[in-house]
């Protein structure tokens, strides 16, 4: 309950003792002359650090406003009711503020309170008071939320310490409600019937169906903080076996109908406290729904540091997934079983990775022999796994193994590590001091993002694919909006186990992605951009020109790896050109390659020229060189490095920018001694041969557009 003060709201007719009631309870004794409305009083007893305040209301017709806002803000109402008036009006008044409560207000719990009994005693007969109390329990039947009902007088000392307990009751049925649990009769609601199976699931720590002593001692601690004993714990099971004989299994221990049996003992003697001490460990408000502060604890981040698991989660998730795939030949899980690991997130909403193309982003088994689903640790009669849909994954997907397993949950707390935390708590973790122990607060990252680039057709998804341990095909799969793969990555003289997350975008964001200011979010997530190109197509490598162009222009501080496919092939190898509707370069664009700078461009050279690496050769047909690349891309990710100074420019101010101002010098003396026309610097090349610089001044003029006044006709003849 998110409150320090249960607010207790009376509210009733003109006249009914309302108010003589509370000045009653907080004097201690009748008071014969009391005004019509007093302000709230606040109480001093305490539960759970918790006050109560009651709350008078005014009869008068234009304050029934305030009364319907008093209504709305309780926690508790007491409905005051004269039981010295005729049957039929005390009914009457009855129903006209229950109806008038149920539609401003819901589940809110109530008492009925009838007053002056002293006086009733005496003009009443027995006749007429059976037939109000056989009103008032047809009352009671139809509104669940009736708490108690107590008939009482300001005179009686026996009902001062009755008030005196109703009170306690209110902040008692406030903080430990039972309208969420049961109904009147102590039957269990269908809501309350599935959080005690899920919690089942989660303190059955062996996943075998039953509670051991071990079990069912260990959440005596966890709920309560309290030690059990063997000798306590095997009393708990015996009484459960008295009240539900299949409730307990010898040698086996509480199975699920067993557990549900114990929370039926424990609400029969009314100790609504004890059930809620163990929902609130689990994080369960009074509605029964898990708490946002629960699954969200406020955790700060400083700038510069990133979330990840712990190894503590590292390690929870690890023997989660043993346990589950313990019946297995080999430590894989099969879908029944990963969806009968997640059965315990509310909803039904399964695993977290719905949005990852999973399972085919991640490392799954081919090799794997399973035994039959029906023999698997959690398929134990026990468990009502009403809602479970045997067809939720197609039976084609391979299994997932552990480290498949592992790496999902490091890409899901990079790149939203809130649902992370969500589903950890979700599957039940603790920890030994704090639930946070899940997570760890860093700066040097262990899981790191790369994009993965370039023309269609140069094999990004094989590449992906390989990196994945999946095998190689020709046939290209169903085409997908944006392809995920995410493995675990070894460095050579490194204990640390690092995850990388490659991502190839649609084809049409791609250029978007490193050009458009709109996709500087997503840029923000990249610790490495990956520009493939396939080596035995020389135009495939235009695109990658140019996305590095961009690239180096808004997102220098980004690392990136040229890698270079299909090294199977022979380069020399001639393929047709892409088709029109090709998103890759057209023919034309290899003439621009070969012609800018007077010469071919060739991988290397652009490298070298951009302070990157060469090219690396892969082949995801052969296996080859990929190892090499995975490893290289963590290892640049790690250097932090910034990539070195564009050569490029500097040759181009040694080659030509030298003579182009040694040019301009002479124009600006020819024009201030001899009058010289702008023209005449453009015939100076013809003149003394420097037409290997028109190129070059081309590409200055295209870029400065200070030169406006280019002579038509020079250019032509150039050319």
Not at 476 to 482: A, C, L, T, V
Not at 604 to 617: A, D, K, Q, S, V
């Amino acid at each position: 309950m998110n409150t320090d003060c249960v607010r207790v709201v009376v509210v009733g007719d003109h006249a009914s003792g309302k108010t003589c009631l509370i000045t009653t309870l907080v004097r201690g004794s009748f008071q014969v002359k009391v005004p019509p409305k007093i302000p709230p009083v606040l109480l001093n007893r305490q539960e759970e650090h918790v006050r109560t305040m009651i709350i008078d209301t005014s009869s008068k017709l234009a304050d029934q406003h305030q009364v319907d806002d008093e209504i709305r803000r309780a926690h508790f109402i007491c409905v005051v009711y004269d039981s010295n008036v005729a049957l039929t009006q005390t009914i009457s008044s009855i129903l006209s503020w229950m109806g008038r409560i149920e539609k401003l207000v819901k589940k809110v719990p109530m008492a009925l309170i009838g007053t002056k009994t002293d006086l009733r005693k005496k003009t009443t007969s027995s006749n007429r008071n059976e037939e109000l109390e056989e009103e008032l329990k047809s009352v009671l039947r139809k509104h669940d939320q009736i708490e108690l009902l107590l008939e009482c007088s300001a005179l009686d000392k026996k009902s001062q310490a009755e008030l005196d307990e109703l009170f306690l009751l209110a902040q008692y049925s406030v903080l430990y409600p039972r309208m969420p649990l049961c109904d009147s009769k102590s039957n269990f609601r269908p809501e309350f019937v599935s959080v005690l199976k899920r919690i089942f699931q989660l303190v059955d720590v062996d996943k075998d169906g039953y509670l051991d002593l071990k079990e069912l001692k260990s959440v005596q601690h966890l709920c309560f903080k309290e030690e059990l004993d063997d000798n306590a714990a095997i009393e708990i099971m015996e009484t459960i076996r008295n009240y539900h004989p299949q409730g307990v299994v010898q040698e086996k221990g509480i199975n699920e109908g067993g557990f549900l049996s114990l929370f039926h003992l424990i609400m029969e003697r009314g100790r609504t406290e004890t059930i809620w001490s163990l929902l609130r460990h689990f994080g369960y408000d009074n509605a029964l729904n898990i708490r946002e502060d629960f699954l969200q604890p406020d955790i700060y981040v400083p700038p510069g540091y990133e979330i990840e698991l712990s190894k503590e989660g590292y390690q929870y998730l690890t023997d989660l997934f043993l346990l589950f795939s313990r019946n297995n030949s080999e430590h894989v899980l099969t879908w029944s079983q990963l969806d009968k690991m997640f059965m315990v997130v509310p909803d039904n909403s399964g695993h977290p990775w719905q949005s990852f193309d999973f399972p085919d982003c991640c490392a799954t088994s081919m090799t794997a022999r399973i035994v039959d689903d029906a023999s698997t640790t959690v398929s134990s009669s026990t468990y009502s796994y009403d809602s479970f849909d045997p067809n939720l994954h197609f039976p084609e997907h391979e299994p997932v193994t552990l480290k498949g397993y592992l790496a999902m949950w490091a890409l899901i707390t990079l790149l939203d590590p809130k649902v992370a935390m969500r589903y950890m708590y979700y599957l039940g973790f603790c920890g030994k001091k704090d639930r946070t122990e899940c997570i760890t607060i860093t700066k040097e990252r262990t899981t790191f993002f790369g994009y993965v680039l370039g023309a269609p057709g140069v094999g990004k998804s094989s590449v992906i694919k390989a990196f994945l341990g999946k095998e190689f095909s020709m046939e290209s799969g169903p085409e997908r909006q944006s392809m995920f793969g995410v493995n675990s990555v070894e460095i050579p003289g490194r204990d640390t186990t690092f995850h990388l997350v490659l991502n190839e975008p649609p084809a049409s964001l791609q250029d978007s992605l490193l050009s458009s200011k709109n996709y500087a979010d997503k840029m923000k997530l990249a610790d490495i951009v990956l520009l493939v190109y396939d080596q035995s197509d020389p135009s495939s490598f235009v695109k990658v020109m140019q996305m590095f162009s961009h690239l180096d222009r808004n997102y220098r501080e980004i690392p990136c790896l040229i890698v270079a496919t299909k090294s199977d092939r022979d380069p020399s190898q001639s393929y047709p050109p892409p088709s029109e509707s090709s998103d890759s370069p057209k023919k034309g664009a290899q003439v621009v390659v070969q012609k800018a700078g007077a010469k071919e461009i060739k991988p290397r050279e652009f490298c070298t020229e951009n302070g990157l690496m060469e090219p690396i050769f892969v082949s995801s047909k052969n296996n080859t060189g990929l190892s090499r690349l995975f490893t290289l891309t963590i290892e640049t990710i790690l250097e932090k490095k910034p990539r070195n100074a564009r050569r490029g420019i500097i040759r181009k101010l040694t080659t030509w920018g030298l003579p182009f101002f040694f040019l301009y010098a002479l124009y600006l003396v020819g024009r201030h001694y001899f009058n010289l026309s702008p023209s005449i610097l453009w015939t100076l090349p013809s003149r003394f041969n420097f037409s290997s610089y028109l190129p070059e001044l081309a590409w200055l003029r295209a870029r400065t557009g200070s030169l406006g006044w280019w002579p038509q006709q020079q250019q032509q003849q150039s050319e």
